[in-house]
């Protein structure tokens, strides 16, 4: 029989000894980012950060089927349909950037509570690195509120991209407002008087305050200027990840699917005033999901006609939110209609058209 | 106050003598079974992992045994497993149960010392001793338990015949059980030793070693991963599980057995930077020292949809190749057969000999 030692003799590969904050050799000069997953919230934020450093930054192109399937092939067949798709963008923009920007975002304060990411999305840059070989010039952000602020985490990054000679201060861009509330971080950000006059303009300020537009190809206008202007005022509320709902490839172009039907969709982030957080009875520490949870249940408050639930297949977050809406919604607004679809690799549009029309006919029958 | 906390396999052997001392009445519902898991499937949302629909599912069958308070563990942390207790107690609500939901976490600590001291109708020194004498058995009754796991573990590949173990260790649960005090269960742990001891063998001297790692639940509860470690044994194979209902006890409630995931934490740095829950961490770092104290195989078990373990696994397979150590992934949820694993594991059993022979 062999003896242990004889097989440890064989361990240890060399590539372990990689250092885990790495030190450019050469300093980059493009950066890519994938158009998906957190992107559709922060990329206006991540474009203007990386171009004020003086980086080319190279944005993946919107997401096609091929980028699906790229990303299908590779991933374990439970990952949920968003993270696949964002390997499929890694996997197109490797090798035409020189460093490519994988984001961790793990916590974040919204005033008080401490609102953490999604699993997944904590250990996304992980899993893409034991995906994915050669990612070893890849540059990772994590943004953990407990130890640092949101600020410093950038500073970190810009001090790892730049090296410590190039003065990276004050570059944090204040491109983004965050759809929900101003969390502490962000007004600090904000309140930072040197950011504004050593960077005080950004190409995509201003262009699309949420980030969303931009990401994402749908063109989403508020729902709120419409009312009273058309004709069939049935209004139908779409929760669901900006990921998902403003990828058109990814949800099959669901929002458009909708208008067609011609009734109005009322996303979440239109749903909630700024500042404003109802206190639903359940509460979940997850960033995404708060928000989802209360636009829920301001929409239904405000009269909407029915619910679209739209999540992707095997979202571990949305299987506990979309239970939690349904049963603050039994008391909210007792029968309500609710629609709850999952999207995955395989969803075929004729399937999800059947659903819709049939789910605005119980709408327009309610009347 | 009939307390009630969720089913977690040998845990219950010792949680109950735990509260039973503090002087709480304890509700423990029968080992889940079918009934059970189809409860909790028809109450659960569909795509929660299946952890929680037997739990759930066991939940149900506390209530109608007239529990009124139930106990969980929960976090406010990035896994849904932070949420079970208050999801849980949501449905079961809407359901028109009442009780009360007593969570455990770091922030309810203090709740929790207040509630054992009503226990002992408010008198502090009454509950100090009665927690030292509960912590006592408890601990006691876990560490036999653990010998029994163990010794069962250790004899089944070389038993002559398997029925012979099993038989044994069902007797020594039920002993564990019936047996009140230290001192009998002192008595017991020597028994054990030796009857497992005269277990007619079949000559195997070196069977093959595999790790099993993996989401917490599914390694302890043999209702949940198809008796694996039974079937492996029976295939001839010793298992190591990394996690046990004693070392979970022990780290859980008084970080025995730190160092050992101190040092997996920091073996699974290599690959796995930081952990978001489902033992993804652990599962990595035990592989890898499974790996260099030269086991034949990882098998990693964990539910459906558990979102860390899903998004482990990719860097497990890199690992698994890095250190040329076979690995097998098994997901479970409430559709998986039993046969169907079986198949797999031998599958897997028969190219590790296969292996260990190219090797020799």
Known sequence: ??????????????????????????????????????????????RSFFAGLGFEVVVSEPTTRQTIELGARLAPAELC???????????????????????????????????????????????????????????????????????????KMAKVLTGRRQKSEGRI????????????????VRTNPKSKTQNPTSPDAGVSPLGYQEAGQSKVQNPKSKIGAVSDPVRV????????????????????????????????????????????????????????????????????????LASSFACGTSAVTSEVVRRELAHVRPGLPVLQVFFDEHSAEAGLATRLESFVELLRMKR | MKAAFPYMDTIRLSLQPILETLGAEVIVPPPPDRGVLETGVRLAPELMCIPFKITLGNMVRCLDLGADTLVYVSGSWSCRFGYYGKLQAQILRDLGYEFRLLELTHDTLPDAVREVIGLSSGSLPRALVR??????????????????????????????????????????LRRVEDVPDVRGLSALRRELVAEFGRVR????????????????YCVIEPFVN????????????????????????????????????????????????????????????????????????????????????????????????????????????????ETGLLTRLEAFVSMLERRRKKTE
Request: charged letters at 25%; aromatic letters at 8%; glycine letters at 8%.
């Open chain 2, 131 to 172: 927690a030292g004498r509960a912590f006592r058995l408890g601990w006691f009754k876990a560490r036999t338990v653990d010998l029994a796991e163990t010794l069962f573990r250790q004899t089944l590949p070389n038993a002559a015949a398997a029925a012979e173990p099993r038989a044994l260790f069902q007797s020594a």
């Open chain 1, 1 to 46: 029989m062999q003896s242990a030692e004889v097989r440890t003799a064989r361990l240890r590969p060399a590539d372990f000894q990689r250092p885990v904050v790495r030190l450019y050799l050469r300093v980059p000069r493009t950066i890519g980012i994938c158009r998906a997953l957190d992107a559709y919230r922060y990329l206006a934020r991540w």
């Open chain 2, 201 to 216: 063998r079949n000559g195997r001297t070196a069977p093959l070693r595999v790790k099993l790692v993996g989401e917490s």
């Open chain 1, 81 to 155: 349909l968003p993270a696949k798709v964002f390997l499929g963008h890694v996997l197109e923009l490797k090798g035409r950037v020189d460093a490519l920007f994988l984001p961790r975002l793990v916590c974040q304060y919204s005033g008080k509570d401490l609102l953490f990411s999604c699993p997944k999305s904590l250990a996304l840059p992980d899993m893409t690195r034991a995906l994915i070989p050669g990612l070893e010039s890849a540059v990772e952000l994590v943004i953990d509120e407990r130890e640092e602020p949101e600020e410093q985490a950038y500073r």
């Open chain 1, 237 to 308: 509320g779409v929760i669901a990840h900006p990921y998902l709902i403003h990828d058109r490839v990814l949800c099959l172009d669901l929002l458009a699917k909708i208008e067609t039907l011609g009734i109005t969709a009322v996303l979440p982030e239109f749903a909630l005033r700024p500042n404003v957080r109802l206190d639903g009875r359940f509460r979940t520490n997850w960033l995404f999901e708060v928000e989802l949870v209360d636009s829920a249940e301001a929409m239904a408050r405000d009269g909407i006609d029915g619910l679209l």
């Open chain 2, 226 to 337: 198809l008796n694996v470690i039974r079937h492996l044994g029976e295939l001839g194979v010793a298992v190591d599980p990394f996690l046990t209902a004693y070392r979970w006890l022990g780290f859980h409630g008084f970080r025995i057995g730190k160092a050992d995931v101190v040092r997996a934490k920091k073996l699974a740095r290599r690959y796995w930077r930081m952990c978001v829950g489902g033992e993804d961490e652990n599962s990595l770092g035990h592989g890898i020292l499974a790996a260099e104290q030269g086991f034949d195989g990882i098998v990693h078990i964990h539910p459906f949809g558990c979102m860390p373990a899903t998004v482990v696994q990719p860097a497990m397979q890199k690992m698994c190749s890095d250190y040329g150590i076979p690995y097998l992934s098994v997901s479970l949820d409430e559709h998986s057969s």
């Open chain 1, 173 to 188: 861009e204040n491109a983004e407002v965050r759809p929900r509330s101003q969390t502490q971080s962000t007004q600090r």
